[in-house]
């Protein structure tokens, strides 16, 4: 039985065809399962002879009509198709970046039983920062929707257990930057980030430097993955 096959059969017990009877004219679940496989089977990058990188954000857009039909299911469908996923990337030696978030929209333009999947490969991000010290924080730096302080003097952005900040993408060294934050005479902070001998580099604001000082919005991008810098303004 392949894959497809388990994950229908699987779905039609979870919710006693209730499901499939709801998508009788419309689109079918193993239809939106197939899709993903062949979205990350398109999209994969090699790491080595035996790993490819896939992506693991998936944005599934579908008609006013299909997207009301599933909103009942959409929290149950989205497990089974994780789950459908995840055995279709072990079974090919596919490597996700971070977790695997599958997220459903409506797409106006689309007609019943039509349907659209944008990915991207999104790290996972870990910081140690709680939510009061990136509260108190003057500067903060955000990547793929998580914001950490970035506090004098500074931190190393990297793969590796020992960065401040760790990001893992396969493009990302252990150690890949450095983001530097020091005081102005007028107590201002002065914020630059340098490369520190990475195997492939970083663009900052769209140029690749080997240092450059950081301003308000600020873009920095090692491997695969943007990081922004933000000056927060005080209250009051």
């Avoid at 020091?182 to 604001?205: C, Y």
């Amino acid at each position: 039985m392949s894959g497809l096959q388990r994950f229908e059969n699987k779905l039609e017990q979870m919710i006693s065809g209730v499901f499939a009877r709801a998508f009788r004219s419309a689109v079918q679940p193993v239809e939106i399962s197939a899709a993903l496989q062949r979205e990350v089977d398109n999209n994969s990058q090699i790491l080595s002879r035996d790993r490819r990188l896939v992506p693991n954000f998936f944005h599934v857009e579908l008609s006013p009509t299909d997207l009301a039909r599933l909103s009942p299911y959409d929290t149950a469908l989205e497990g089974e198709l994780t789950n459908a996923l995840r055995e279709h990337a072990d079974e090919q030696s596919y490597v996700f970046p971070g977790p695997v978030k599958i997220e459903f929209a409506e797409g106006e333009d689309l007609t019943t039983g039509r349907f659209r999947v944008r990915s991207k490969a999104q790290a996972k991000v870990t910081t140690n920062a709680t939510e009061t010290q990136v509260g108190r924080a003057t500067l903060v730096l955000e990547v793929n929707g998580v914001r950490h302080p970035l506090n004098p003097p500074g931190l190393v952005v990297g793969r590796g257990n020992d960065a401040g900040l760790r990001i893992n993408d396969p493009g990302i060294s252990r150690r890949h930057a450095e983001f530097r934050v020091q005081p102005r005479a007028d107590g201002t902070p002065d914020v630059s980030v340098r490369d520190l001998g990475s195997t492939n580099g970083m663009l900052v604001d769209g140029h690749k430097v080997p240092d450059s000082r950081l301003y308000n919005g600020s873009t920095v991008k090692i491997g695969n993955t943007t990081l922004t810098m933000h000056v927060v303004e005080a209250d009051g």
